[in-house]
């Protein structure tokens, strides 16, 4: 059943990068802080947790809290001298955040294993079931934990400090005007954000039980990136929309290349070609995305709807 | 209430306040007027904690304010407006009331989270003020509306309700009624009067229409190249040769 197991892979895949995505836009598309680092966040999650569990010998669970807890905390970490910058610089410093991240799992191999990358990683609950229904297994944690985040997510956005939190992205002078303490309130978007991410990257490593450095560069931000860009900011539907649209375009097309008449040399670059282009175009003709960023209604009883 | 001494700010070689010195008094409606350039926009930035000043003392309710960051001075009961009035844009006008509200619990997550009640309860409260205040508005209708949609006027007219919302004791508003048409402005400067004699707020104005502040204000201050040219009641101000000539056209 090779087309099964390819289907669930991907399902997997398209869980993980959508709480990427739904980290990505929680920054991007309501806080407004540009993220061209996220892959760090990925990184950080997915090594926390596997190199506690391989060498520190820690339960599974913890080890995912504990990746979750540190990317969350590099979230903070990103948010302290970024704080004062605007969106552009933000972008800049995010992107050399990746890189670092990136660079010391490469170099630290006495921590990390370097470019040979962890191998072995183990597997929640692996010995209680059969060989054939444990990537199912996966499929349905990893689509829990989406949903949960989702609602948490959504949560979030609708309480006061979420509306803080957009308020920022369309007029931060108007925030501190206000008497919002808009420095406190980007840190704490940065530190969920990082801790959904965080969650992403541990889900990765046990599932694929052997990264490197080369699962995480920047490329992989540009994956996130087209992903809230195609489904639409501002909008935890679209984000995961996003995910599934670009999931199941880069995924499927790493089998086409039996089909086509191009090498392996070309497809695999022509890939990322195809997906410029589509951010492209959705930018010019479609910017708001597949999925519109929603308005809150309030209902009012009729006697508090006054003179209309 | 409000108690500015020999304000300085400079802008490379360009000093936009110099040593610019000015009370608002509780309980009162102050006019700072001034030809286009003059300092009233940067003195606004500097006293709410926008621009860092280059000397002087900002003392507000006793306090030293200067060198707080506009957050802080916000919260310490000093709010101001700005003269292109700012609203989120894909927030809806009842939104932007609600932001403004002050001391909410949900505005942290691990409230947002976990005290959902106690969340929503407030935020109901909030929503009921929000709404009448929007009534006296005249704003109503427009409630669900994204912000991003309305019309200058109509911007100037929401961001008098946050202040109302956020009800704090000195609000500083740069040019309330431009772009606000003449019945709305109108009713716009009723309800300041009513909002100082009622509630006891304390106002400082910038407005160039001079019947509005000779109408509203108990005192005036005339900036010109970033210096205190005159201060006075409207009526010594109209009258002051000085002014008539930097400001009034001069006759």
Known sequence: MPVVNFLIYLLIMIGIYALLALSLNFQVGFTGLINFGQVAFFAVGAYTSCLLVCKAGIPIVLGFLCGMILSGLFGYLISIPTRSLKADYWAIVTLAGGEIVRLIAVNEGWLTEGSFGVMRIPQPLKHLLSKGTYPLFYLVLVAACVVFMYFVLRLLINSPFGRN???????????????????????????????????????????????????????ETFLMWAMIIVGGRGNHAGAILGAVVIQVFNVSTRFIVRYVPLGPDVVAPLRMV?????????????????VKEKKKIYELKDNQAGEL | MLDIKNL?????????????????????????????????TTLFNVVSGFYPKDGGEITFKGERIDGLTPDEIAKRGLCRTFQIAKAPEKLTVLENMLLAANGQRGENPISALFKR???????????????????????????????GNLSGGQKKLLSLGRMLMRNPDLILLDEPTAGVNPTLANDLLEMIRRLQKELQKAFLIVEHNMKVVANLCEKVFVLNFGKVLAEGTPEEIQQNEQVLKAYLGGT
Do not use: W
């Open chain 1, 274 to 290: 195809i997906i410029g282009l589509l951010i492209v175009a959705f930018l010019l003709f479609k910017p708001e995305g597949l």
């Open chain 1, 165 to 219: 939190l957009k308020a920022i992205r369309d007029a931060e002078e108007l925030c501190l005007s206000l008497g919002k303490n808009t420095r406190k309130l980007k840190m704490e978007a940065m530190i969920v954000a990082g801790a959904v991410a965080g969650l992403a990257g541990a889900l990765f490593a046990h599932y694929i039980t052997y990264i490197s450095p080369e699962n995480f560069q920047p490329i």
């Open chain 2, 8 to 40: 300085q700010k400079n802008f490379g070689n360009l000093r936009a306040l110099d040593g610019v010195s000015l009370i608002v008094e509780s309980e009162s409606i102050t006019g700072l007027i001034g030809p286009n350039g003059s300092g009233k």
């Open chain 2, 117 to 147: 009640r106690l969340v929503s309860k407030q935020e109901k409260e909030n929503l009921g003020r929000a709404t009448e205040l929007l009534t006296m508005l005249q704003l109503t209708h427009l409630r669900n509306e994204f912000a």
